[in-house]
């Protein structure tokens, strides 16, 4: 996109939080005299709503009451939804619907990309990827739904840059990655896809996108190995001829890698993710030898099974980013053996808890701990499958009582493990928010080291 193609159209950007403020600034930083509205359905905060010149026009309110279609051009921010009836209306009409993620490969098609996605794990991975490439002498940048958008990177000269892509971007990405990978395919954010057919479709995409260049994908997904049968281009792991996941290590076909992780790095959804780390690695053709022996230095996220700090002889464990059922199934497997106070629930996006309620009975904690909106429908599904921690089911009104609540009834050598399962909204700006409302509310202050 051209300042020329800009210039005389009436341009909306779609939201203004991470993703919409980036695309601010680099529509401006091209075109500096662009006037553009800025569309939220919530006040934006005080600090944002203070950058704002002469030619920013603020407009709040229901998408619907908003008259999307008097645009010529809108960039549509990921966390809205373009299946919405509103933007519908708008591409009906004829209005060229963009996003930041398309602006910024459009103008990037010849550098080298690793796009990840999954329903769980894709952030670990994309820092495992990245953490890996350097320590094999690349120059690296972690971006999109990690770190910073992509939009705010003015990076230059960058061997590879590593992309963690959400379904909420990846429905309409317009790309063509130099490696996709896919980790798993699981029910997500289906009220924001308006059904799971249309989720898997959108997660999909990247293989798509992909054919032409290197997938990586797991093997030990029957729905990714079903839906993936037809492309010629799929590297597996977790395949017994390739990199996989073996008992509590590593092999590579019938030989053991020295892998050594991390203790910040538990479980065995943690091997999954380093088992699809290495095989990109080896399909760039990095240096493996180096590549192994760098996983022990691995720094693992903020508010992914992150510990925050100890009272008393409890942990406290962050692990914020756990927007789904899988992934607090995935927390709890990763402690086993310890005794949890968990806290889970957030916005209720009429997602069925039952489908997990095995994998929690394997690994059932000492006391659940629900909060709105969906705590109670967690609690009545748990009660339905006849889990019974020893310590309650619990309701309370918010995180501050839950936190209350856990140093009261979890004893010495426990964990309070906040793994919420759903998103943040409406209670939070978003899980980063969540993470260090709770780490505070725990007494301490929250670690956040800078992404690659």
């Excluded at 993620?101 to 459009?106: D, K, M």
Aim: hydrophobic letters at 40%; aromatic letters at 6%; proline letters at 6%.
């Amino acid at each position: 996109m051209k300042p020329a193609e800009l210039e005389g159209r009436k341009i909306g950007i779609l939201g203004v939080g991470r993703e919409g403020r980036s695309a601010r600034e680099y529509l401006r930083s091209f075109c500096p005299g662009i006037e553009l509205d800025l569309i939220s359905e919530s006040q934006p905060d005080r600090p944002f709503a203070g950058q704002l010149d002469d030619q920013d026009r603020m407009r709040t309110g229901p998408l619907s009451q908003l008259h999307l279609e008097q645009y010529d051009l809108l960039v549509r921010s990921p966390g809205i939804s373009p299946y919405r009836d509103s933007i519908r209306r708008a591409l009906s009409a004829g209005v060229e619907i963009t996003t930041p993620s398309n602006l910024w490969f459009a103008a990037h098609p010849q550098e080298k990309t690793i796009c990840v996605t999954g329903t769980k794990g894709k952030s670990t991975t994309s820092a495992l990827i990245a953490h890996l490439l350097h320590s094999c002498g690349h120059k690296v940048r972690l971006a999109g739904n990690i770190g910073l958008p992509l939009l705010s990177c003015n990076d230059r000269d960058v061997d590879w840059w590593v992309i963690e892509l959400s379904s909420y971007q990846l429905t309409d990405l317009e790309a063509a990655p130099t490696v996709g990978v896919i980790l798993n395919l699981s029910s997500e954010h289906l009220d924001w896809h308006g059904g799971e057919q249309a989720y898997r479709q959108d997660k999909l995409r990247l293989a798509e996108l992909a054919a032409g260049s290197v997938m990586v994908a797991n093997a030990a997904d029957p729905v990714l190995v079903k839906a993936l049968s037809s492309h010629s281009n799929i590297s597996w792991f977790n395949s017994e001829s390739a990199i996989h996941v073996a008992g509590c290590g590593i092999h590579d076909g019938l030989s053991i890698l020295p892998v050594s992780l991390p203790e910040d790095l538990p479980g065995v959804h943690n091997l999954a993710n380093t088992a699809a780390a290495l095989t990109v690695l080896r399909e760039i053709g990095a240096d493996m030898k180096t590549a192994v022996p760098a996983l022990s230095s691995f720094r693992s996220l903020p508010h992914r099974l992150q510990v925050v700090g100890e009272q008393s002889g409890v942990r406290f464990i962050n692990d914020s980013i756990s927007s789904a059922p899988v992934a607090t199934a995935a927390a709890l497997e990763a402690l086993s053996g310890q005794s949890i106070t968990l806290i889970v629930g957030g916005l209720d996006r009429g997602l069925d808890w039952t489908p997990y309620m095995e994998a929690f009975k394997t690994c059932i904690p000492g006391a659940v701990i629900a909060i709105p909106e969906n705590g109670a429908r967690i609690v009545d599904t748990m009660r339905s499958a006849g889990l019974q921690p020893e310590k309650g089911l619990h309701l309370v009104s918010g995180l501050q009582e839950a936190v209350m609540l856990a140093k009261r009834i979890t004893q010495a050598d426990g964990t309070v493990l906040l793994s919420p399962g759903a998103p943040s909204f409406p209670q939070f700006k978003d899980y980063r928010d969540r993470g260090r409302q709770f780490t505070n509310l725990c007494g301490f202050e929250l670690e956040e080291h800078s992404l690659w």
